[in-house]
């Protein structure tokens, strides 16, 4: 209880701390350049100038010591070697091309971003489409939603109670091998069955990311033009035809943005495959095998860095679509 | 869209299926979790969640009172019980040879080597009678299948909150996310007012630098910070692990998806509002504290909940930067750890899972107006 009080005391200091700067600093600009008096024109002119850095400063620095100085400090740290002191050129990036480990990781990373943003964005698009039709779409939005807010590892707790099994004679308590058995079939360890077991995982991130693609998706929907859709009517479009011909064509911008959306995410993906398997089985993914590298014999951050990198390399397409497309609509 | 469906009733019937079918495939995962930790722990092991309604049947064995309870009745000696003892459950069959454990019906009288005879009831009390007087301390052994009535209980809850941690770690996980949570939106409000209305030079490649930094992967910061926390906490002599460093790091991990939500926001306010206020003789200070701030509470909300699920449900960066003791396990770690340890303990492992979810579900159910709104603003609007 007394912990919980202690960070109630800090969110209200952090706020009186950052509140109090702010006023403080603007206090004190206006008092180095008092707007009015004889000065006052260009004072307010030099305040105007300094004022916008003191309202960002805050953010730039954080911004820079948690997200920017890294970045440069990651690549510094994938070019030398385990304690990060002594330089040794690419040599970690010419391990990592040779280690078989990791080019199980790319691999299923790529599996990965195959399926699972294909998995999610058409399934949110089902979605959105059939409850967008019917009086009870708003309670099945609402439930089919709700998995997002459950953490990866929480998700894994409950599709690991899923994919349970018991061996041979026994009952089975787990879903996926009762259904299997009840439909005639022989119960398996799911998550032990090499390659497939890389699905079994990326089920889980898909019944995570579905509820978000459906929710955009919809708003998408619900934002085309009636008169395209009445006028296929009027032609005499089935609904099938209307849906691929008429709606998915005028939505494929917020398809994309749901599209690369989940693909960042898979890219990270660490959470499932850490509780799932933790990479054994062949199932594991470059998160997790760059946590393992930071950890690993006391830490090599050498090479743990340079699979970073390479998840970085992999973002930044994205990261240059999106900032063309925001400025954009600036 | 109506009239188009309701045209075809079969068109109408296959929308009608397939939404309940995703809703029942979206659900039922969940529900077996909540289903389960509810339920008596050696039924979990036994018996389906699904079966939870109809009972579970048990192989056991239990053994009769001792022999030298014994009493004569007409001549015979005669051992009576319960095999249930205190609890209920409805005897299926029931035998006395571990190779034959269900060789007899209830109510039927099986006789035993020794020439006793045994008869069990269908509520499991049971009569052993000999002719001779019987000795011993040890009772007959008696095999039965048990019908056992389904079981409900809050023992599972009990246990993990106060003997499994989760209830330490339920608090460590506010702890740290409530100034995680707060902190952020303080210093992205501002922010991003400046970056929506305050003209200076840079404001563009700032906007630029806030956007691409959105999708930086997260495994890019933890070495160089990791490093940095370890110097820094050598240097003030202070450890590197604390709960001031995981706010700060939320903070900053936060920070891009705030000033971006934040500033789409405040710039789609109209400019009259601020004009005006301006003309009036207003700071850009108190521009920003009077007017923008109240205005733009729905985009604040929106973040204030994306924040608070993110930290919530985080579990790279609590591994990183929080210790793996007992003062600051959070949830989510402390769900990864009995998922080693209690692998094969569903009772234990889902009353855990069902703990760490539900602040996430209930903040999800009451708020999902903000969230959502946050999330087309995120998405669509900025592409």
């Not at chain 1, 708003?219 to 009445?230: D, F, N, S, V």
């Not at chain 1, 479009?237 to 960042?264: D, E, H, R």
């Not at chain 2, 299926?17 to 092991?45: C, E, H, N």
């Not at chain 2, 940095?228 to 003030?236: D, H, K, R, T, W």
Request: proline content about 5%.
């Amino acid at each position: 209880m007394g912990q919980i009080l202690s960070a109630l005391g800090v969110v209200i200091l952090g706020v009186a701390a950052c509140a109090g700067y702010f006023w403080g600093s603007n206090v004190i600009l206006d008092r180095i350049y008092p707007p009015r008096g004889p000065n006052a024109g260009a004072n307010i002119m030099r305040a105007n100038t300094i004022r916008p850095w003191l309202f960002v400063g805050p953010a730039l620095f954080a911004l820079t010591i948690y997200l920017i100085y890294p970045v440069f400090a990651s690549v510094w740290l994938s070019l030398h070697d385990r304690s990060g002191e002594t330089f040794v050129g690419t040599s970690n990036y010419t391990w990592m091309l040779n280690d078989p480990e990791f080019r199980q990781s790319f691999r299923n990373n790529m599996l990965w971003l195959l399926i699972v943003p294909a998995g999610a964005t058409f399934f949110g698009l089902l979605a959105a489409a059939v409850t967008d039709r019917i009086w009870w779409g708003n309670i099945a939005k609402s439930l089919i939603f709700l998995p997002m807010a459950i953490s990866f590892i929480g998700a894994s707790v409950i599709w690991k109670f899923i994919y349970d099994y018991r061996g041979e004679g026994q009952p089975e308590i787990g879903l996926l091998n009762a259904i299997v058995v009840g439909l005639g079939g022989e119960p398996h360890a799911w998550i032990t069955m090499p390659f497939w077991n890389n699905v079994f995982l990326m089920v889980i991130l898909i019944w995570i990311q579905t509820g978000f693609a459906m929710v955009i998706l919809s708003a998408a929907l619900r934002g085309i033009p009636e008169e395209t859709i009445e006028a296929a009517v009027l032609d005499g479009a089935s609904p099938l035809q209307i849906f691929f011909k008429i709606k998915v064509p005028q939505i494929w911008g917020t398809i994309a943005v749901v599209w690369t959306t989940i693909t960042i995410l898979v890219l990270k993906v660490f959470d499932i495959v850490l509780a799932m398997t933790n990479g054994q089985w062949n199932t594991q993914v470059l998160a997790n095998l760059m946590f393992n590298w930071m950890f690993r014999g006391g830490g090599d951050f050498g090479r743990g860095a340079a699979i970073a990198v390479i998840i970085m390399v992999l973002v930044i397409p994205i990261m240059i679509w999106n900032i063309r497309n925001a400025s954009k609509e600036q | 869209m109506e009239g188009i469906a309701g045209r075809n009733p079969l068109v109408t019937w296959l929308v009608h299926i397939s939404a309940a079918l995703l809703v029942i495939i979206w659900t039922v995962p969940t529900m077996g979790l909540f289903i389960s930790s509810l339920r008596d722990k050696d039924q979990i092991a036994v018996s389906g969640w699904w079966t939870a309604l109809s009972g579970s049947e048990q192989n056991l064995v239990e053994r009769t009172a001792a022999p030298d309870e014994a009493v004569e009745r007409d001549g015979t000696w005669v051992l009576e019980g319960n095999l249930f003892g205190e609890n209920e459950g409805t005897v299926s069959a029931f035998g006395w040879r571990a190779q034959e454990p269900a060789a007899f019906q209830p109510g039927e009288t099986a006789e035993l080597r020794g020439g006793e005879t045994l008869t069990v009831e269908k509520d499991g009390t049971y009569i052993l009678s000999s002719v001779e007087q019987p000795e011993g301390k040890r009772g007959q052994r008696i095999f039965f299948t048990s019908l056992q009535p389904p079981k409900f209980t809050l023992d599972n809850y009990r246990n993990v909150l106060f003997s499994q941690g989760i209830g330490r770690s339920f608090i460590n996980s506010l702890t740290v996310t409530i100034p995680s949570t707060v902190i952020p939106i303080l210093i992205a409000a501002f922010a991003a007012y400046a970056l929506a209305w305050m003209p200076f030079p840079g404001r563009a490649l700032l906007l630029a630098t806030v956007v691409g930094l959105l999708v930086v992967p997260l495994q890019m910061s933890l070495i160089p910070l990791l490093q940095m926390y370890n110097s820094v906490g050598g240097f003030l002599g202070v450890p590197a692990k604390t709960y001031a460093g995981i706010w700060l790091a939320h903070t900053g991990f936060g920070l891009p998806l705030a000033i971006y939500l934040l500033r789409n926001y405040m710039a789609g306010l109209p400019r009259e509002i601020i004009e005006s206020a301006r003309v009036d003789g207003a700071s850009d200070f108190e521009i920003f504290v009077k007017i923008i701030l109240p205005l733009s509470f729905p985009a604040l909300a929106s973040f204030a909940i994306f924040q608070f699920l993110w930290v919530w449900n985080d579990l790279l960066i609590a591994m990183v930067f929080l210790g793996n003791n007992e003062e600051q396990l959070v949830l989510t770690g402390r769900l990864r750890e009995l998922l080693g340890s209690r692998g094969g303990n569903w009772e234990i492992l889902t009353a855990s899972a069902f703990v760490t979810i539900i602040i996430p579900l209930l903040v999800f159910i009451t708020l999902q107006r903000y969230l959502v709104r946050g999330l087309l603003a995120g998405s669509v609007k900025g592409g």
